[in-house]
Each structure stands twice: as C-alpha cells, then as structure tokens.
C-alpha cells in the first residue's frame, strides 16, 4: 500500500462548498440537539450512503445526486473513479464521530474516523431537503493549530456582543465545527448570523440589507480601550468576497490580561469609536457589515494575545449568561448549529 502521504495527496474532493451563500434559503436549524427524531434519520442517511461509497456500489448512490453534481463528477466514470481512490484508503477502523447540521436548506452530515491507510479521514455528505445528494468529500481531517492555550479560562468577563438572537454558523473546537481552527491567530473565533424572526434573511438574500445582521449593532464584549479600527474596506455584495483585506472593517478592544477583542466584517462607515477611546460593555461600536473575506452579512469574533488582526495567537474565548437553544449558560464556548443571545443579567 502506498504510504500515508502520497496517499492523502491523491484523494478527489468533490464537493459542494458549504458556505452561508445569498440565494439559497436559510433556515439555521439549532444542530443536533433541535430534533432528536430528525437527527437519528440523518445520521442514518450518511451512514447509509458511507456504506454504499465504501462498498462502491456506484449505482446506489449515482441516480440519487443532483444532476449538475452528476455533471462536476465527470458522471458514472468520474464517480468510478473518485470511488476506487476512496477504497484506496482502506477499511473503516472502529467508531467514527458524527455529526449532523441543518443549513441553507441542506442537511450535512460529517463521519470523522480512522482508516487503514489514514489515521484519520473526514468524509461529508450534503443533501437537499428532497434527499438529493449535493456533494460529497472525503479528505483528511485537517489539523487544528496547535495552542498552549487550549485550557486556558477566559479572565475578562465577556457578554455576545449582539444584542438578540444568531445563529452559530462556524464555532467550537474542531474542524467540521469551525473551519478557524486550522488557523493559530483564530484558533477559537466564531462566526455569528443575527436573526430576525429565526431567519437569517428576506427574500432571495442577494442584496445586503436582505440580511437580518446587516446594520445591526456590534456591541463591546467588555470594558477596555480601542486599540485598532478600520473603518474604510467597501461592503461586498453577496456572494462576493475580498480576500486582501480579510478582517474587513473592524474594531480591536484590549480589556487587560493580555486579552484584545477582534470584531470584523462591519459595514464600511459604520465604526464609532478611534484609538485609545474607552468603551463601556455593551456600547455599541459599529454595526454588522459585509466587508473583507466576507460572503453575506455576519459578525467574526474572536480573541487574541495583540492588538492587530492577524497578529498574536487565539485565545479561547468563553462567554458569560447567555442562553443557547434556549438554555441557560452560565460560561461557555458557542457552538456551530446553536441559536445563542444573551441574557439581562450578562449586560451589565
């Protein structure tokens, strides 16, 4: 057998790009915990279509994919093709996580184990409502960054800063919950989507102000000084990106103990404090934009160990009296999937 490396190298990803992307509907599900019933049958469904990939059995998967997948795959000979680089790594070895999210109208379902010629291999799955297949991958589980501050507890006391409710769109620890956590300076960032009435937008979602986070207050987790601003970086339409000036518009507070706040993605004019301003916690300091490596209206949060994005380390960041999925959380990290917003008593 081909030794681990080439082998990694080698595997065809097929996939839809799971992404918050203006025009497909968005009704945020509050992840595994939502609806148990629903839960157990999705993860019977990528189970089920797992076995059939790991067998190669071609056409008890092909007539179930979506035709413009069937048409990316290179039809029943790509799929050959991209099966037999699956069997490549071998068998399955013990018990896989899963994990099951409900997102742009999509059911993903990720399986994380080990395998004989990968110790450790992601394969997702993304189907429709109707149970049309949209994508699979199978790579090798990426890496996090690794952190001496993995256990760290977070001494600034920090409220969400967002008043009302969002949908957790990437948060926790590992990456099928949270593509940062590859990365050292956003090892423990999160992203957040405001809602309105539990939907992430109106109507079709291809103009900004379609969006529920778009020109909503960003909110000081905490007291301390403003340290970085950015306040110029045009708003993206929908589905756009700006991958040079990834933070976007943003807003960096220190609280002391080594702690500074990263809020980025804000809307292009909407930054109301400068350098070495004081803030209160919960005073309003921009509002949520589309700015940066951005692809719809959201809020990127995390915290880091200096005073410029992209600088320092990431620090995990656990927040103070908030509910999730409608449960109380004294101390917490959000998690991708919930439904979070904080409570009275974490505003003062």
């Known amino acids: 057998m081909d030794s681990i490396a080439p082998l990694s190298r080698r595997i065809a ?14 009704q945020p599900a509050a992840g595994q915990s939502a609806d148990p019933e629903k839960t157990d049958s999705a993860l019977q469904r990528g189970r089920q279509l797992t076995a059939f990939l790991l067998a190669g059995r071609i056409d008890s998967l092909f007539p179930r994919m979506a035709r413009p997948f069937q048409a990316s795959i290179g039809g029943r000979v790509g799929l050959t093709k991209f099966m037999e680089q699956v069997h490549a790594l071998g068998l399955e070895i013990g018990a896989p996580d899963e994990a099951v999210y409900r997102e742009n109208g999509t059911v993903s379902y990720y399986r994380i184990g080990e395998f004989e010629g990968l110790p450790s291999g992601t394969i997702y799955w993304a189907w429709d409502s109707a149970g049309t297949i949209q994508g699979v991958v199978v790579r090798p589980t990426p890496s996090v960054a690794s952190s001496r501050f993995a256990g760290r507890k977070t001494r600034t ?3 969400l800063p967002f008043e009302g409710a969002a949908y957790v769109a990437w948060g926790g620890r590992a990456p099928h919950q949270n593509y940062h956590a590859v ?16 939907a992430i937008h109106r109507g079709d979602g291809t103009r900004n102000e379609d ?17 970085a601003v950015l ?11 700006n991958p040079d000036l990834p933070p976007g518009n943003h807003v960096v507070i220190e609280h ?4 500074y706040s990263v809020l980025a993605h804000l809307r292009q004019g909407s930054v109301r404090v400068r350098p070495g301003d004081r803030v209160k916690r919960g005073q ?24 410029q994005p992209g600088s320092g380390v990431g620090l995990p960041a656990q927040f103070r009296n908030y509910q999730s ?15 979070v917003q904080a409570t009275p008593r974490s505003r003062g």
């Open 13 to 26: 990803v097929r996939a839809m790009v799971l992404a918050i992307i203006a025009g497909l509907p968005f």
């Open 157 to 159: 006391p920090l409220r």
């Open 183 to 198: 990365f050292a300076d956003q090892r423990f960032a999160s992203d957040f989507f405001l809602l309105d009435g539990g």
């Open 211 to 227: 969006f529920a986070c778009f020109e909503r207050a960003i909110v000081a987790p905490a007291p301390g000084t403003v340290r």
């Open 231 to 241: 306040d110029t970086v045009a708003d993206n339409r929908p589905g756009r990106l």
């Open 256 to 259: 002391g103990h080594g702690e």
């Open 284 to 307: 309003a300091v921009g509002t949520c934009g589309n700015s940066g490596n951005s692809s719809a209206p959201h809020l990127h949060y995390h915290l880091q160990t200096r005073a």
């Open 325 to 339: 999925d409608g449960r109380d959380v004294p101390v917490g990290e959000p998690l991708r999937g919930q439904r």
